[in-house]
């Protein structure tokens, strides 16, 4: 059975060779280390922060304005200091991440859908396209008088301005996501039985989550700023909620109590997209090998 | 179905049997004939190499054999047989691991979860990457991906395995080794391959015949029985001899497009 043997020797051999080529092969990646990481992220963005409020302090001493309209950092910090500790503060914050949550959660469902639909048929798209392109350069203030009319001073009125405004950025962040999806990974979907819903499920819409996730992330901000408009202006007296009481602290000319609260209305926003949508792209990027790792 | 005299008596069953085969792009002025009257039969078990230049429309006619393309005009018979096919590229989904992958065609045919996973580990021992299996594509050189690619496509448990220019974006050393390694899995599971390559040392290397494609329209200029004794080498004597030959006739196809 020589020819066998030599059959055996041969495919030890190949196999050796082959695995000689990958452990040659295999790109290395440096483990990362935690603390390194966070630091390098978070100095520079200690310094902006110091760098702001280094000139607000600045233009106080100038004494542009009276303090009375213009105060220092250091009396607004005291302010939101106080206004912690109160529990209206918390129960108005309270309220208004509920009315984000509900409002952006409807525009995930509705923004989606719509996306799905319009990426998938020619028709839908030549139909809905550019309108959906329209309506999210529409600032979302300019719905409210409607808002206001159809559904009086009511949280309907908040929550279907909040959804306008931030379902057309979903939809068209998954439109272009699916857009840019290489057609050779559709092909190979195709060629392994990839069908309908299993299609859409298992290979378009992973391949499309880069898009998605930054449609997520303009649909966000834009949902946070039509909730801060409309808090402004539709007041329910039973609920305080951040917007509202930046249109109390106004009417009052409280000048600390407004900029703590714009502060702090800053700081959610920058919270939200820092820990939540940062982190997924971050994830994202190092999963599908987009992050150059000599850089 | 037209009448065509058969070339050889095959001893095999006939696993791909294509008829007359012409492709036609655009309407009217613009129209391209990427495909003339190709008639061509694959026997099972066969490893047939289609060689040819640039515009042949050798990748055309992988792509109207697994039905990703729909055809003008003549008849491509499988038999029913299940096909698979494989990139230039590896086309691997970036998001999934590399047994994730090896999973996909299975979950589409609603293979369950643990026989997939089994499965997917049996296809990558085979091609020698059981220990990436957690590991994702881009942690990968381009001949491990492609390798990952072969076990995908072997995944979804064809018959006939259709390979367009796999080993083309390769470094030689890589081709050398996944040349090795896919005639041995050719010869361990009885696929029928057809190869499409512009290399003609890697069509004699592998195929048990080449067939020639001229340009533009593609159409069958030459049929070459490769007789050599396996395992082969490209570097080997006959090969290279084999290959020299086939060249000729190849630059002969090409000259005529020279004005």
Redesign the interface.
Known sequence: MGVDRSAIVESESLEREIEGLDALDVPIVEPERKLKTFWRGAWPKLAAVGFVLAVWQGIVWIGWRPSYVLPGPARVFAEIGELMGTAKFWSAVATTLQRAAAGFGLAILIGTALGVAVSRSRTLRRAFGSFITGLQSMPSIAWFPFAILVFKLSESAILFVVVLGASPSIANGLINGIDHIPPLLLRAGRVLGARGLASLRHVVLPAALPGYVAGLKQGWAFSWRSLMAGELLVIIESRPALGSQLQFARELSDAPALIALMIVILVIGVLIDGLVFATIEARIRRRRGLVDVGA | MEAVAEREPAAQPIAIRIRNVSQTYHEGRSAIQALDRVSLDVAQGGFVCLLGASGCGKSTLLNLI?G?YRISSGTIDVGGRRV??M?Q?P??????TVEKNVE??M???GVGAEERRSKAHDLLRLV??ET?AER??????G??RQRVAIA?ALS?EADVLLMDEPFGALDA??RD?LH??IE?IWSRTGLTVLFVTHNVREAVRLGDRVVLLSSRPGRVVAEFPIDLPR?RSADSVPVTEMAAAITNRLREEVRRHGR
Do not use: I, K, N
């Not at chain 2, 994702?136 to 050189?141: A, C, F, Q, T, V």
């Open positions: 697994v990703l698979a096919l990139f590229e086309a691997l989904f970036p998001w999934l996909m065609g979950r589409f045919r020698h990457l990436f994702r594509p881009h942690e990968l050189s001949g491990m995908r979804q050393m890589t080794v090795d390694e041995a395992p």
